[in-house]
């Protein structure tokens, strides 16, 4: 799409330790749009969070991007190569500027010691031109904008005084305050309990309307992704498998990755049947498979080629494509 709000192209990062290298994330290539929410799945270990955090800078110093890898932000009609950004100045454009991030858990982001309120006024501060009392009242609105009751309250309210669902709103709340253009959501609704859980989707939702702003929604959770995204991109051991509109990819899944995660779930009509987990586990990315990453699990794995070759993406509908020797075996490659 031309109008890309974030576009990845071949990002490829390593990790420099004591071993050696180690690849976290291996030629990603993907695109979200304003207004857009995809939905980033796949087990923990798979690469999710790396690749987000990728977008702002915040991998630790020891990571090592490949000189393929590309991470183009368009904001406000001016493009920014986000892995050219050095200096504090320049990352403050994509560290808490044009893109903000939720954490999996708010109360390792705010600092026990310091009101929920002063997080905000300082975030505030540093990345727009308020003073002080505009910066207080822009965030008195903002937690009232996320529902979060008695807004002037809780601004003066420390982390461990909220209930879960509300420190997930606050950080929601401090996250949306400088109007960011794209939204990383790392696994937001992983511990609160579905009620709080399907308010903080709704909330979603409606942002994303109001706003118009770019969702990525980083999940291990397929039944979140259906109510949530557009699109989904599922990622295994650091490479991107399958991705496309959510429904075509739910619906008709092409990977066997897919197809694993998808027979995982449990099934309300069919109380009674057994869950379905993929084999084995996850590999190390120390003992990185070769040829196609998923093989080592694969319960449909082509001897001889799966476990020697790396597949090829293709096009399997419109905007759905997969990597996948079994998929193209299949047939299913489109003209």
Request: hydrophobic share 45%; net charge negative.
């Amino acid at each position: 799409m031309s109008d890309a709000l974030i576009k990845v192209e071949n990002l490829t990062l390593e990790f420099r330790t004591d071993e050696g290298l180690i690849t976290a994330v291996e030629d990603v290539s993907f695109e979200v749009a304003p207004g857009e929410v995809m939905g980033l799945v796949g087990e923990s270990g798979s690469g999710k969070s790396v690749t987000a955090k990728s977008l702002m800078q915040l991998n630790p110093g020891n990571a090592v991007y490949s000189p393929e890898s590309r991470i183009t932000l368009t904001a406000n009609g001016e493009s920014v190569e986000v892995l050219s950004l050095r200096s504090a100045r320049e990352l403050k454009i994509v560290r808490g500027g044009a893109i903000s991030m939720i954490f999996q858990e708010p109360m390792a982001s705010f600092a026990p010691a310091i009101t929920i309120g002063s997080h905000m006024v300082e975030q505030l501060l540093l990345h727009t031109n308020l003073s002080k009392k505009a910066a207080k009242d822009l965030s008195i609105e903002m937690l009232d904008r996320v529902g979060i009751s008695e807004a002037a309250k809780r601004f003066d309210q420390y982390a461990f005084e909220l209930s879960g669902g509300m420190r997930q709103r606050a950080m929601i709340a401090m996250a949306l305050s400088t109007s960011p253009k794209l939204l990383i959501a790392d696994e937001p609704t992983t511990a609160l309990d579905v009620t709080i859980q399907a308010q903080v989707l709704e909330l979603m939702r409606e942002l994303v309307v109001e706003f118009g702003m770019g969702i990525i929604f980083i999940t291990h959770d397929l039944g979140v992704v259906a109510q949530t995204a557009d699109k989904v991109a599922v990622m295994y051991l650091g490479r991107l498998v399958e991705q496309g509109p959510v429904r075509e990819v739910l619906h008709h899944p092409a990977h066997p990755y897919t197809q694993g995660l998808m027979d995982a779930l449990p099934k309300l009509e069919e109380l009674d049947a057994p869950l379905t987990p993929i084999p084995g586990d996850i590999p190390s990315p120390l003992d990185r498979p070769n040829g196609c990453v998923f093989h080592t699990r694969c319960l449909q794995a082509i001897a001889g080629r799966c476990d020697a070759s790396r597949p090829q993406t293709f096009d399997v509908h419109t905007d759905h494509n997969v990597s996948c020797f079994v998929a193209e075996d299949r047939g299913v490659r489109v003209a």
